[in-house]
């Protein structure tokens, strides 16, 4: 990587500069410390023009992937990261990632490459109406008109994107205005943009909050995605230590507080949802992944008290009683320095908190039987369990799959924060690759370990490639029962597979050791899961331990199909 040396202001008002290298500089200068892409026209020279800026430019195989690998980077370091796409169709095929990202309600910043503007409407060589397409996806989109108005739109871009809510936001940068040359008299640089303001919520909302917590006989903290985003972890741990109270974290917010701590009551989570009286709701939506917030989930009367930076989230589905409208960082403190004042604890036995722990150990004695479960083929929980236990403790984890994904969430326990990504708010299979790129790139030190089914794997497989070519230090585990949601042994001859079903005898190790670097492992057997994963996580770079399971294995009996709740 190389960086040019200063020019002094009299150098400047002569120089010269392209508009790619201009955009180079301006997302370097507002924080955007990787860009992820895939080079052709008209971004190639952008690429290295990045390069030089001191951009960590990585190369991926697939814009897909490389728009999940944006948007995780973004989240991870706190700053928009960038995406670099060609036009027409590597923007389409990066809308997937937009859309991601805008569901998370996570940052990023996707540059897309667009033909010359005046052959606008001629039939250009990958001519597509991007900002059109980009737009339903997107928290900011534009068009980029001329080279010296670029450190504007990038400020922009990277503002909208950070602050408030966060989302995704897109550029367009046309052929000629790349490749344009501009005299740096003309560039106006813009000021930095800020980290994300962190309001407060009305002193009176954060009392009336506590007091509502107060009068309640079930009370019921859930941690969000958006605790996570707002680097809460100190505040509200503080805050459950003070408090007492039992928590639920969702899938992303997992590690905001440790999942080994005593009150969390993961284990009894359908209980503690259908029971509580009123929910602390902390960076959470009640969408999907919490049932909505409605019977049979939760109590038909169930109080809501709901954090969010965002005013229009709150009473999302459920009304609210209270509206903690700020950043989850701030307001948790707020709310910790009225409980210094006027200290206040859950009771350390009440009827609630043993039907908690009454809930946690029924379903704790039946995972823990189909953990201990050695038969052969293996079922998810036997092969989870021991993933957890070779996983390094501050390693980060990436899942998805769909039996894959719900089995790990309650056996790979996360305890650092932002330690988990996942398929997300959106429910995208084929993230996971392009995550764990990121999560490597920006985790200098840290094993990342993927764990994957055999579908979700093969969304963005060819990414093992990368992962080669930059030597990261990702464990890809596939979970492999031959298909989506469950396949069959054998292919019967002359019958045409059915949907579901992925090729038997498939050999996934293979895929990695193809390249240079990569390490693979085949296991089938109990006893040979712990050597393969330690040796996977404890070597260096790159490993694929592929796990051939039963492919009729499945999640524990369910009281509720995933997806009950009707408004
Ligand atoms: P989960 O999937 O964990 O339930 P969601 O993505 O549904 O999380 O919800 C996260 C919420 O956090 C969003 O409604 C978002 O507006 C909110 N949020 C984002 N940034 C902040 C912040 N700085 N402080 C508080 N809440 C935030």
């Not at 897109?170 to 930095?192: C, F, G, I, N, Q």
């Not at 021991?386 to 089995?407: K, L, W």
Request: with cysteine.
């Amino acid at each position: 990587m190389t960086t040019e040396v200063q020019t002094t202001s009299t150098e400047q008002a002569t120089e010269t500069i392209s508009g790619s290298r201009l955009l180079a500089r301006s997302l370097k200068q507002q924080g955007v410390d990787h860009l992820f892409g895939v080079v052709g026209f008209p971004i190639t020279a952008f690429a290295t023009d990045a390069q030089r800026e001191g951009i960590q430019y990585i190369g991926m195989r697939n814009e897909q992937a490389a728009s999940y690998a944006a948007q995780a980077a973004s989240y991870l370091t706190g700053r928009p990261q960038g995406c670099a796409v060609v036009s027409g169709p590597g923007v389409v095929h990066a809308l997937a990632g937009m859309a991601n990202a805008q569901s998370n309600r996570w940052p990023m910043i996707l540059i897309g490459g667009a033909s010359a503007m005046f052959q606008n409407g001629m039939g250009a060589f990958q001519e597509e109406r991007q900002v059109l397409a980009v737009t339903p996806f997107a928290k900011y989109a534009h068009a980029v008109e001329e080279a010296e108005r670029i450190p504007y739109y990038v400020e922009q871009a990277v503002r909208t994107s950070l602050h408030g809510r966060p989302g995704p936001a897109y550029l367009d940068l046309p052929d000629d205005v790349l490749a344009d040359e501009v005299s740096m008299e003309r560039v106006h640089m813009a000021p930095r943009v800020s980290d994300p303001p962190r309001p407060p919520a009305p002193e009176a909302d954060v009392r009336r909050a506590i007091e509502a917590l107060k009068s309640a006989e079930n009370p019921l903290v859930i941690v969000g995605k958006g605790m996570a985003w707002s680097r809460a972890e100190h505040e509200v741990r503080e805050f459950i230590e003070k408090t007492q109270l039992p928590f639920l974290a969702t899938p992303m917010g997992k590690g905001v507080v440790p999942d080994d701590h005593p009150l969390s009551v993961a284990a009894a989570r359908t209980y503690a949802l259908q029971n509580a009286d009123l929910v602390f709701l902390l960076g959470a939506r009640l969408n999907w992944i919490l049932h909505f917030g409605k019977p049979p989930r939760f109590r038909p009367d169930v109080r809501v008290v709901q954090l969010d930076i965002a005013p229009e989230e709150i009473g999302t589905n459920v009304p609210a009683e209270v509206g903690l409208v700020g950043d989850g960082q701030t307001v948790m403190r707020q709310v910790n320095t009225v409980l210094d004042v006027d200290p206040w604890q859950y009771p350390p036995e009440t009827t609630w908190r043993s039907g908690l722990e009454q809930g946690a150990q029924e379903n704790i004695a039946i995972t823990e039987q189909m953990m201990a479960d050695d038969s052969v083929p293996l079922n998810y929980q036997r092969v989870l369990k021991d993933v957890h236990a070779a996983t390094p403790r501050d390693a980060i984890v990436v899942s998805e799959g769909a039996n894959t994904m719900d089995i790990g969430r309650t056996i790979l326990l996360n305890y650092e924060p932002r330690s988990r990504l996942d398929a997300g708010t959106y429910g995208t299979m084929g993230v996971g690759l392009g995550f764990a790129v990121a999560a490597a790139v920006t985790n200098p030190g840290k094993r990342i370990v993927a764990v994957e089914g055999d579908a979700a794997f093969g969304f963005s497989g060819m990414e093992v490639e990368t992962m080669c070519r930059y030597n990261l230090p990702v464990t890809i585990v596939v979970i492999n029962n031959n298909g989506i949601g469950g396949g069959i042994s054998q292919l019967r001859p002359g019958v045409a597979p059915p949907p579901s079903v992925y090729l038997p005898g498939s050999r996934y190790e293979q895929v990695m050791t193809a390249f240079p670097g990569g390490r693979g492992y085949f296991v089938e057997r109990p006893e040979e899961l712990l050597p393969a994963l330690t040796e996977a996580n404890e070597g260096e770079g790159p490993a694929l331990v592929h796990i051939a399971i039963d492919p009729r294995a499945r999640r524990k009996p369910q009281q509720f199909d995933w997806h009950t709740g009707r408004t």
